[in-house]
Structures are given as structure tokens and as C-alpha cells.
């Protein structure tokens, strides 16, 4: 005769699972960007015209910039990467994260005016938390010129993007995506400032745009943003630079110190 199983209650553990997360460091970096208000600035002064369900349009530009900082680089990537982050994201301040196709539906929703409020709200966050005025400061008072690099870059996109173009043949208008073929993309102008790892601006550029016709409007852009306003100030600048920005009219607007009512005048190249 068979013997009759007898079915044991499984045991449970007493142990607590403990939830881990890949971005510990921007969890504890939460507290100081909360109590500086820095997020404060994008719900207050950006205004896309979209209704609210469960999160506010300004919320799903905090989920992008989030994405942005641990290591998205495309919209879709915030399913994989912060969407299951249940920890950076409480870190926070929020219980869940909006899916990637209702994000898209934001970015796809701004207008023209929502890029320019973008704009404002980060040159207030820049005027209270950057670092680079108070080092042009440190330079002036010890006699000495702060380096900042510039630099245009191919970011890859899809064909469909605004603004996107694909490398073409020789001799014909294209964009250049190093290492990269058959490719469409676009171009991200950037001034950087090496000592403080600060970006001063970003402007982003159709796929066939050239350092050469960029490099006026970034060096204004930067002036602008450091608010180098004399000859003396922007003394204080060297720029530093790859070959493709070099065309006489270029070097000649910006070091000429002569050019006093130029945007550009004073400015030292290297």
C-alpha cells in the first residue's frame, strides 16, 4: 500500500529583503537638491499645455532629467533604467514613474514658448548654484585666465527627429557622426568649464551644422550666461578649441581686442 504524503507548511523567514539601488550616490543627493528648490524652478515657470492625470506635466521633465543623470540616453531607456528604481525615485519624492510613451507625449506636446520658459528656469538654477562666477572672480583677483572648452558633437537620432540629418557622400551637404555610418543624428554645441565640470550652455543643432557657423552664437550664448560684459571680463576667458572652429573670421572676432562694442571682442583663444 502507498504511503500518504504529508504536506509540511513551508516555514517563513523571518528575513527582510533589502531593497538596493544602482544610483546610492544621486539617492543621497536628493536632501540637498530638494532643500535648494532646484526642481522648484521647472514646476513653477515651465507651462505645457497638457492636462494632468497622475503626474503634472513639469513632473515628466524632473523623470527625464532623472533619466539623464543615471545614465538614460534615449527616452525608452527610462522603462529599464529609473522606472524600476523604486528607491531613487522615492529618494525623490515620487512612488512611481510615468511610462516612456507618456513622457514622449509631453516632450511631443511642448511648444516653442515651453523651450524659452525651459530656458529661463535653468539660468535661475545656474545664478544660484553654479561655481564658475566665483572662480572667474578667484581668477581676476590672482591675475590669472580660466580655461573653457568648447565643442560640437554628432548625437544620433531618428530619422524622423527635427532637425535630423543623415551623413551623406563626398561633396555633398551632410553630417558628420564620428565613428559612425548611414547614420541620421544632429549636433550638441557645448561650453564646458574644465576646473568646476560645469556645462555653461548647450544648443542643439541640425545634423549638417559646422563648428565654424556655430562658434559665434556659443561664444555669445556663454557671455551672455557669465555675464562678461567688458573687455577686462572677458579677458578672464580662454577658450580652448579643435581645429574646425578655426576660420579667420572667427579668431579675428574674438581676439581682437579692439572690437570693444563686439560680443566677442577680448576673448583669448588657444
Same mark, same amino acid.
Request: charged share 30%; with cysteine.
Given at each position: ?8 507548511? $513551508?516555514?517563513? $523567514? ?6 538596493? $539601488? ?17 526642481? &522648484? ?17 513639469? +513632473? ?30 522615492? #529618494? ?9 510613451? /507618456? ?8 511648444? @516653442? ?19 564658475? *562666477?566665483?572662480?572667474?572672480? +578667484? ?6 585666465? @580660466?580655461?573653457? +572648452?568648447? +565643442? ?16 551623406? #557622400?563626398?561633396?555633398? /551637404?551632410?553630417?558628420?557622426? #564620428?565613428? %559612425? ?11 564646458? *568649464? ?24 556659443? *561664444? ?12 577686462? %571680463? ?26 570693444? &562694442? ?9
Amino acid at each position: 500500500m502507498a504511503k500518504k504524503r504529508i504536506r509540511r507548511k $513551508s516555514r517563513k $523567514s523571518n528575513r527582510k529583503i533589502q531593497a538596493s $539601488s544602482p544610483h546610492a550616490s544621486m539617492c543621497a543627493l536628493a536632501p540637498l537638491i530638494e532643500s535648494r528648490g532646484i526642481f &522648484d524652478h521647472i514646476h513653477q515657470d515651465v507651462k505645457i499645455p497638457q492636462k494632468k492625470l497622475d503626474y503634472r506635466p513639469s +513632473d515628466k521633465l524632473v523623470f527625464v532629467v532623472l533619466g539623464i543623470m543615471s545614465g538614460c540616453e534615449v527616452v525608452f531607456d527610462l522603462n529599464r533604467k529609473l522606472r524600476v528604481d523604486r528607491l531613487l525615485l522615492r #529618494a525623490f519624492g515620487y512612488q512611481r514613474c510615468a511610462d516612456q510613451s /507618456v513622457i514622449q507625449q509631453t516632450l511631443n506636446a511642448s511648444t @516653442e514658448e515651453n523651450v524659452v520658459q525651459l530656458e529661463a528656469a535653468l539660468k535661475t538654477i545656474w545664478d544660484e548654484n553654479n561655481l564658475t *562666477v566665483s572662480c572667474l572672480r +578667484d581668477a581676476q583677483s590672482a591675475g590669472r585666465v @580660466e580655461t573653457i +572648452d568648447m +565643442d560640437l558633437s554628432g548625437m544620433p537620432a531618428s530619422r524622423n527627429a527635427e532637425g535630423s540629418t543623415k551623413e551623406l #557622400a563626398l561633396n555633398e /551637404v551632410k553630417g558628420y557622426f #564620428a565613428g %559612425e555610418k548611414n547614420i541620421y543624428g544632429r549636433q550638441l554645441a557645448r561650453v564646458l *568649464v574644465p576646473r568646476t565640470q560645469e556645462i555653461v550652455t548647450e544648443s542643439l543643432y541640425p545634423g549638417k551644422e559646422t563648428s565654424c557657423k556655430a562658434f559665434k552664437a556659443m *561664444v555669445e550664448k556663454m557671455e551672455q550666461r557669465l555675464s562678461l560684459s567688458t573687455e577686462k %571680463e572677458r579677458k578672464l576667458v580662454r577658450l580652448r578649441l579643435d581645429g574646425g572652429f578655426g576660420t579667420d573670421e572667427n579668431i579675428n572676432n574674438v581676439i581682437l581686442s579692439e572690437a570693444k &562694442d563686439s560680443p566677442c571682442g577680448g576673448v583669448t583663444i588657444c
